[in-house]
């Protein structure tokens, strides 16, 4: 049933509305799980974990829970807007999928890891949905047996790539190995061509979210170079003020007249050690993001959730654009 006429139903009207509620509980059982799983989980390999991740208080409902509730109450409306009717299976495997995929969002934002054990949570729903979709003959997600393999192999082989090219151009891994399983169990579910469609969703938010940062920080980095500047100048004019008070005072000996320029000596000296808030912000915005690990966790799972979410929107996108080559 085309989402429209399935809202204008009462039980399409009820099932909608309940996918709020729904949305928040969700969230607060994600940010739950998060505080309750294992601090290990939440670790790379052998790591010892720290005093917060052992705590049990590693996220808030407001900070983490809000924003996950926000986003699992739009993709289960739009989720149920296309999977209605007779696609109630559907519906309910793939809001798993987009719940596993937000705390694997939380988990990589704020830990840099993606614990092994949502992914193969992911993969294993992602298999469930697939062979329900080909077994049932709907071949709404996959138009034959083959594509999941072919999504899952396209995925891991597209991650080891951009890994191997981070390798060759700084040295160092350009995406965590964490990021190769996950885009492998995604591509268990959106098969080919969704991996395409998925890893471009992924690469978009990406840059976007880069840029955005990036012009945030040379925004930060210039207003406290400014505020430097204009405290640095109030000392100076106030300097003066007292070196010209000293000149008019008449001076009592020598002694006196020869401390005073080797007190001001040191105090110069002991200055051009210290670096300034700017100089600081200058050497942090010169790291950000160049040469160092991607977290390309999130933008997957939003990838992922973007896929499930607007799937139909997909499909006729793509269809519009192979379309021109006909």
Same mark, same amino acid.
């Given at each position: 049933?085309?989402?429209? #006429? ?33 601090? /290990?989980?939440?670790? !790379? ?42 696609? #109630?299976? &559907? ?7 987009? @719940? ?36 049932? $003959? @709907? ?23 951009? !890994? ?8 160092? #891994?350009?995406?965590?190995? $964490? ?7 995604? $591509? ?58 000293? !000149?008019?005072?008449? /001076? !009592? ?15 110069? $000296?002991?200055?051009? #050690? ?41 499909? &006729? ?10």
């Amino acid at each position: 049933m085309q989402p429209f #006429d399935y809202l204008n139903t009462t039980t399409g009207l009820i099932w909608t509305i309940a996918c709020i509620p729904v949305g928040f509980l969700l969230a607060a059982l994600g940010v739950l799980i998060l505080n309750r799983i294992p601090a /290990s989980w939440l670790c !790379d390999y052998g790591e010892t974990p720290d005093e917060e991740l052992l705590s049990g208080k590693r996220f808030s409902y407001i900070s983490t829970g809000i924003p996950t509730a926000i986003a699992m109450t739009v993709c289960l409306v739009l989720c149920r807007l296309q999977f209605n009717k007779g696609f #109630d299976i &559907y519906f309910l495997l793939l809001s798993l999928i987009i @719940f596993v995929a937000l705390l694997i969002a939380a988990a990589d934002i704020k830990y840099q890891i993606i614990p092994d054990q949502f992914t193969v949570a992911l993969g294993v729903v992602s298999l469930a949905v697939s062979v329900y979709d080909l077994v049932r $003959g @709907f071949n709404i997600l996959h138009c034959a047996w083959w594509s999941p393999l072919a999504g899952a192999g396209i995925g891991a082989v597209v991650m080891l790539l951009i !890994d191997f090219i981070g390798m060759l151009v700084y040295h160092k #891994d350009g995406m965590g190995f $964490g990021d190769v399983k996950l885009f492998l169990a995604v $591509g268990v579910l959106t098969g080919f061509p969704g991996t395409i469609y998925a890893f471009i969703i992924s690469i978009i938010t990406a840059t976007v979210c880069f840029v955005v940062i990036i012009i945030s920080a040379r925004i930060i980095g210039g207003s406290s170079e400014q505020k430097a500047s204009e405290e640095s100048d109030i000392p100076a004019e106030e300097a003066g003020k007292e070196e010209k008070t000293e !000149d008019e005072k008449p /001076s !009592d000996n020598s002694e006196n007249e020869e401390e005073i320029p080797e007190t001001e000596n040191e105090e110069s $000296g002991d200055n051009d #050690d210290v670096e300034s808030p700017a100089q600081e912000n200058d050497e942090q915005q010169d790291g950000v993001g160049f040469g160092s690990y991607l977290a390309f966790g999130p933008y997957i799972a939003i990838a992922v959730c973007a896929y499930v979410a607007l799937f139909d929107l997909l499909q &006729y996108l793509a269809g519009l654009y192979l379309n021109l080559f006909k």
